[in-house]
DNA sequence: CCACGGATTGGCT
DNA sequence: GCCAATCCGTGGA
């Protein structure tokens, strides 16, 4: 069964420009794409976490906008891409109202096209084990090596043709699991982490 | 299987 | 100077 991603609409501004909860649920099961040297890089959004810098202490935008988080403060519909641990970029999309600080951090995707591009800039080679193919896109860090996303794309406009998402399916509610986010130590207690029941491709249970 | 620590830049206190 | 929205290799059970 091959998706037909060509059939498929973008997500429109008017997608992003809502509340950042509804936003991350809504995310799974869409289809992001990451056009790299011609080829459309995709896969299917199954880990979500969503950050709100007016209540969550978590959040890079929590305390105000800097150099570095103007991005999330603008407009939704842009991806925000920041570089942590010295290694590593992770990549936003961003939600709600200019000012705001809220977007979406892309944790797990499950990869659909171009998989052997994706090999060679994770892995620098074709003939994955079963262990790095799971490996992929499992984890932010791992979707930004793999899909070539780095401080150039920071500031991307997903409303146009280098990176954007994809309509695609409605994932119903019973398919959800919602968990603590991972890997923070600060207003760690919000649920606001959201994956996809039993999915290969989710970063951790 | 799990726990631990190193990597290595740059933002902010 | 401290430490991060992570990943991976190592070493032990």
Redesign the pocket.
């Given at each position: 069964m091959t998706i037909q991603i060509n059939k498929l609409k973008k997500l429109p501004n008017k997608f992003y420009q809502r509340e950042v909860l509804k936003v991350a649920r809504e995310l799974l099961g869409k289809i992001f794409i990451r056009v790299y040297n011609g080829k459309k890089l995709a896969g299917i959004i199954v880990e979500v976490?969503a950050?709100d810098g007016s209540i969550d202490r978590?959040?890079?935008?929590f305390?105000g906008m800097?150099?570095?988080?103007e991005v999330?403060f603008a407009e939704g519909g842009l991806l925000?891409v920041?570089?942590?641990?010295?290694?590593?970029f992770?990549s936003?999309v961003v939600t709600g109202n200019k000012g705001e600080g809220t977007?979406v951090?892309l944790?797990g995707i499950e990869p659909i096209r171009n998989i052997d591009v994706m090999s060679i800039n994770?892995f620098n080679k074709n003939n994955l084990t079963e262990k790095e193919k799971r490996?992929l896109t499992?984890?932010?860090?791992?979707?930004t090596?793999a899909f070539n996303v780095g401080k150039e794309e920071n500031g991307t406009d997903l409303t146009k043709n280098k990176i954007y998402i994809l309509d695609y399916e409605n994932i119903s509610d019973s398919d959800i699991v919602i968990t603590k986010?991972?890997?923070?130590?600060?207003s760690v207690e919000l649920p606001w982490r959201f994956y996809i029941k039993d999915n290969p491709y989710v970063?951790k249970k």
């Open positions: 976490e950050y978590a959040a890079h935008s305390g800097t150099k570095r988080t999330m925000y920041y570089f942590t641990y010295g290694v590593h992770c936003n977007a951090l944790r994770r490996n499992s984890g932010p860090a791992k979707i090596q986010r991972i890997g923070i130590t600060r970063s």
